[in-house]
């Protein structure tokens, strides 16, 4: 993660290696934001040379020209905001995102985008930070270092002295780091991210969060997940050499206002099972960890901030295998807490692991309880790659939409219709794991919903944008997003009255 510094000097005098400023679209071509620091023929013959180059103010477009020693920085970038001439917050927050993610390999960046006030300050840091990630663990030392993030970042602004200015920003780093670490998480590979290592590896982050840290980790192996009656890890577990994990981790501050649980699915490779998928695109179902990843970075980001909520995420780990021992389609598992599910395809393992996590969760009595899972590929269907679906109580639905909406993520509220719960009748025990053809997603919620009781309850499906199996993007590189953690960590801050 990059260091990041507030400065009130002239954008001219900062000798960093990159100095980024905004440019939006107009129908009289590209103009520069917020650049009267440079003296206007100057202006004037950058928007020429710019033009002829091609650069339009686009979003996304990330150019590179060089300063003549007018001023100190070594190039100037130009980051486009689109044909808004006041950018909003989320396109403030993707376009300095986007210049720190293309200007990988250089060591500093100057950031002189519109950031008076506080709101506009905070997204322009948390781009920067957000923006400036490479996952380079496979990689040799060459190519590391080529792909090597920004390694600091300086931002203008007037608010250098700003308490609130200040706090914001290092909120913005304790974010960005968690979106950093779930997305290591999601890339690494499954030989080496297996259900155990997993959770030793939420146990060293737990050890790393400090000793007076108020969080505590318990992990249940196989042979704690078969006496404590969780059916559905069993069930999803068994045809993996490399058995299942629940683990439990729980932030619990001093006078905490409120309690909230996080299940996530932690699928650490997903074949399908006996029900196998096809092998072009099995890969990306490495991925299907992602919810549990967000998951165990947004519990021990709420207690870097020292948020006075009790936070508990209960990570459901599995490998989804075909073998000898694997479970078959008609087999009859128990979740936890007794209800039957006749598993009528193997490929419909996240609402197995999940319901025991659910059942788990809810023993303990939290206000809320939300769960965040790779569900199905028909949210993709749905509503793409980039845009998230939220199901559940309305008012708990709505908050997460509303979380959302100030964290910059996008999550769209979908129903839960009743009349297809009829689907899901199982010829032999209370449920069959999967449902009607249409509105796959729909039949995904209503069956955790069978095993939330009556908690308050929103269920996050984020299986598209997740794991971006297509071109970088603003602050989203490719691979693991880290899609999530902005938005839990938000609503548990509401939660906390703290935003
Ligand atoms: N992990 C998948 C869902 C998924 C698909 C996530 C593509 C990300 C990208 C899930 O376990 C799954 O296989 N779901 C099935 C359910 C079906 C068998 C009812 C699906 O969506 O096809
Ligand atoms: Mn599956
Ligand atoms: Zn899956």
Same mark, same amino acid.
């Given at each position: 993660?990059?260091?990041?510094?507030?400065?009130?000097?002239?954008?001219?005098?900062?000798?960093?290696?990159?100095?980024?400023?905004?440019?939006?679209?107009?129908?009289?071509?590209?103009?520069?934001?917020?650049?009267?620091?440079?003296?206007?023929?100057?202006?004037?013959?950058?928007?020429?040379?710019?033009?002829?180059?091609?650069?339009?103010?686009?979003?996304?477009?990330?150019?590179?020209? %060089?300063?003549?020693?007018?001023? #100190? /920085? @070594?190039?100037? $970038?130009?980051?486009?905001?689109?044909? &808004?001439? !006041?950018?909003? *917050?989320?396109?403030?927050?993707?376009?300095?995102?986007?210049?720190?993610?293309?200007?990988?390999?250089?060591?500093?960046?100057?950031?002189?985008?519109?950031?008076?006030?506080?709101?506009?300050?905070?997204?322009?840091?948390?781009?920067?930070?957000?923006?400036?990630?490479?996952?380079?663990?496979?990689?040799?030392?060459?190519?590391?270092?080529?792909?090597?993030?920004?390694?600091?970042?300086?931002?203008?602004? %007037?608010?250098?002295?700003?308490? #609130? /200015? @200040?706090?914001? $920003?290092?909120?913005?780093?304790?974010? &960005?780091? !968690?979106?950093? *670490?779930?997305?290591?998480?999601?890339?690494?590979?499954?030989?080496?991210?297996?259900?155990?290592?997993?959770?030793?590896?939420?146990?060293?982050?737990?050890?790393?969060?400090?000793?007076?840290?108020?969080?505590?980790?318990?992990?249940?192996?196989?042979?704690?997940?078969?006496?404590?009656?969780?059916?559905?890890?069993?069930?999803?577990?068994?045809?993996?050499?490399?058995?299942?994990?629940?683990?439990?981790?729980?932030?619990?501050?001093?006078?905490?206002?409120?309690?909230?649980?996080?299940?996530?699915?932690?699928?650490?490779?997903?074949?399908?099972?006996?029900?196998?998928?096809?092998?072009?695109?099995?890969?990306?179902?490495?991925?299907?960890?992602?919810?549990?990843?967000?998951?165990?970075?947004?519990?021990?980001?709420?207690?870097?901030?020292?948020?006075?909520?009790?936070?508990?995420?209960?990570?459901?780990?599995?490998?989804?295998?075909?073998?000898?021992?694997?479970?078959?389609?008609?087999?009859?598992?128990?979740?936890?807490?007794?209800?039957?599910?006749?598993?009528?395809?193997?490929?419909?393992?996240?609402?197995?692991?999940?319901?025991?996590?659910?059942?788990?969760?809810?023993?303990?009595?939290?206000?809320?309880?939300?769960?965040?899972?790779?569900?199905?590929?028909?949210?993709?269907?749905?509503?793409?790659?980039?845009?998230?679906?939220?199901?559940?109580?309305?008012?708990?639905?709505?908050?997460?939409?509303?979380?959302?909406?100030?964290?910059?993520?996008?999550?769209?509220?979908?129903?839960?219709?009743?009349?297809?719960?009829?689907?899901?009748?199982?010829?032999?025990?209370?449920?069959?794991?999967?449902?009607?053809?249409?509105?796959?997603?729909?039949?995904?919620?209503?069956?955790?919903?069978?095993?939330?009781?009556?908690?308050?309850?929103?269920?996050?499906?984020?299986?598209?944008?997740?794991?971006?199996?297509?071109?970088?993007?603003?602050?989203?590189?490719?691979?693991?997003?880290?899609?999530?953690?902005?938005?839990?960590?938000?609503?548990?801050?509401?939660?906390?009255?703290?935003?």
């Amino acid at each position: 993660m990059p260091t990041v510094t507030l400065t009130s000097k002239s954008p001219a005098q900062l000798s960093a290696d990159a100095l980024v400023v905004a440019v939006a679209q107009s129908d009289a071509g590209p103009q520069l934001l917020d650049a009267d620091w440079l003296p206007s023929e100057v202006r004037t013959e950058l928007i020429s040379v710019a033009s002829t180059l091609g650069v339009t103010g686009a979003v996304d477009e990330v150019r590179k020209l %060089p300063t003549a020693g007018r001023i #100190a /920085a @070594k190039v100037l $970038v130009l980051t486009g905001v689109g044909p &808004a001439t !006041a950018p909003d *917050a989320e396109t403030l927050r993707r376009a300095a995102g986007a210049a720190t993610r293309e200007l990988a390999g250089t060591q500093s960046v100057a950031l002189a985008l519109p950031a008076e006030d506080v709101a506009h300050l905070t997204a322009v840091a948390e781009g920067a930070l957000l923006g400036a990630y490479s996952y380079t663990r496979y990689r040799d030392a060459e190519a590391s270092a080529k792909a090597a993030p920004v390694a600091s970042v300086e931002i203008v602004t %007037p608010l250098v002295r700003d308490k #609130a /200015a @200040k706090a914001a $920003v290092a909120r913005a780093e304790v974010v &960005a780091a !968690a979106v950093h *670490a779930t997305r290591d998480l999601v890339n690494a590979a499954p030989n080496d991210l297996y259900p155990a290592a997993f959770a030793d590896l939420a146990k060293a982050a737990v050890k790393d969060a400090g000793r007076g840290s108020a969080v505590k980790i318990t992990v249940l192996d196989d042979k704690a997940l078969i006496a404590g009656g969780y059916g559905g890890l069993t069930g999803v577990g068994q045809g993996s050499a490399r058995g299942p994990r629940l683990v439990k981790v729980a932030y619990s501050p001093s006078r905490p206002v409120a309690k909230v649980a996080l299940v996530g699915k932690g699928i650490t490779f997903d074949s399908g099972g006996i029900s196998i998928k096809p092998a072009a695109g099995m890969d990306a179902m490495k991925s299907d960890m992602a919810g549990a990843a967000a998951v165990l970075h947004t519990v021990l980001a709420a207690a870097q901030l020292e948020l006075p909520v009790a936070v508990t995420g209960w990570l459901c780990l599995a490998e989804n295998m075909p073998s000898g021992t694997a479970q078959r389609p008609s087999d009859v598992i128990t979740i936890r807490g007794g209800k039957t599910v006749e598993v009528l395809n193997t490929d419909a393992e996240g609402r197995l692991v999940m319901a025991d996590g659910l059942v788990a969760a809810v023993e303990e009595k939290p206000d809320v309880v939300l769960d965040i899972a790779t569900l199905t590929g028909a949210q993709m269907v749905a509503l793409g790659t980039r845009v998230s679906a939220v199901m559940g109580s309305d008012d708990v639905r709505g908050e997460v939409v509303t979380a959302a909406e100030g964290a910059g993520e996008l999550f769209w509220p979908m129903p839960l219709p009743a009349d297809l719960r009829a689907g899901m009748k199982s010829k032999v025990a209370d449920i069959a794991n999967i449902g009607d053809r249409f509105g796959g997603m729909l039949s995904a919620g209503l069956f955790l919903q069978e095993f939330v009781g009556s908690t308050p309850w929103a269920h996050l499906d984020i299986a598209g944008p997740s794991f971006n199996e297509k071109g970088a993007h603003g602050y989203t590189p490719v691979g693991g997003t880290g899609v999530g953690v902005r938005t839990l960590l938000a609503l548990i801050e509401a939660r906390a009255g703290a935003r």
